[in-house]
């Protein structure tokens, strides 16, 4: 089972930058695909961005694109975003998952790191 612990969160202004970080742990392999969702108060969990770690193929939610940038280092087994030009409403707990390739959802789930945007 793959255990995944986030970090980075914090205060940030609006137009200014954070990265999260995703420590991975429990991977046997790089057939995962790796996904960063957000859920602000009142709001469903929603979809930002995610990665093929095998390939490093990578798709975004159409609010972040062109703002925020997934990555993956496999060295230190850790997955990354960089979020650039923040908004207030990126304002949300941000949650990072893993699933295999093929798998139809993602089974497993970090505890999630706290991103508050000023205005």
């Known amino acids: 089972q793959v255990q995944l612990v986030e970090s980075g969160g914090g205060l940030v202004q609006a137009g200014g930058s954070l990265r999260l970080s995703c420590a991975v742990s429990?991977?046997?392999?790089?057939?995962?695909?790796m996904g960063w969702f957000r859920q602000a108060p009142g709001k469903e969990r929603e979809f930002v961005a995610r990665?093929?770690?095998?390939?490093?193929?990578?798709n975004y939610a159409d609010s972040v694109k062109g703002r925020f940038t997934i990555s993956r280092d496999n060295a230190k087994n850790t997955v990354y975003l960089q979020m650039n030009s923040v908004k207030p409403e990126d304002t949300a707990v941000y949650v990072c998952?893993?699933?295999?390739?093929?798998?139809?959802?993602?089974?497993?789930w970090g505890q999630g790191t706290q991103v508050t945007v000023s205005s």
């Open positions: 998952a893993a699933r295999r390739i093929g798998a139809n959802e993602y089974y497993s």
């Open positions: 429990g991977r046997t392999s790089s057939n995962y695909m």
């Open positions: 990665i093929n770690w095998s390939s490093g193929s990578t």
